[in-house]
């Protein structure tokens, strides 16, 4: 099995900018599905953003244009920049992975197979 550790959370002002990290135990992220996923409190654990073995990405509406998400293959590291922030953002963000290509729908709990603990990111105003 792999795991998946999430880092850089914190809280921070409507308008500011926080960058995400997930650190896998293996070397994995070359040949894996990689996505971060977010839940709020009481709600449903939801994709924000995926990206593909050859770096193809897809994003929810909700956060296009604020957030990127990206790879560093060599470090086995995934990112999650995310600017612009303001109060919808904030949730404990989950990063997951699946070996093998993206497959369906990318942004879906149950295509993963591997988790990380979650990282709080709170905005305020």
């Known amino acids: 099995q792999v795991q998946l550790v999430e880092s850089g959370g914190g809280s921070v002002q409507a308008g500011g900018s926080l960058r995400l990290s997930c650190a896998a135990s293996r070397y994995i992220y070359d040949s894996s599905c990689l996505a971060w996923f977010r839940q709020a409190p009481g709600k449903e654990r939801k994709g924000v953003a995926a990206?593909?073995?050859?770096?193809?990405?897809t994003y929810a509406d909700s956060v296009k244009g604020r957030f990127t998400i990206s790879k560093d293959n060599a470090k086995n590291i995934l990112y999650l920049q995310m600017n612009s922030l303001n109060s919808e953002d904030t949730a404990i963000y989950y990063c997951?992975?699946?070996?093998?290509?993206?497959?369906?729908?990318?942004?879906?709990?149950?295509?993963?197979?591997?988790w990380g603990q979650g990282t709080q990111v709170t905005v305020s105003s």
């Open positions: 997951a992975a699946d070996p093998g290509r993206c497959w369906g729908s990318w942004l879906l709990v149950r295509s993963y197979d591997y």
């Open positions: 990206i593909e073995t050859d770096g193809t990405t």
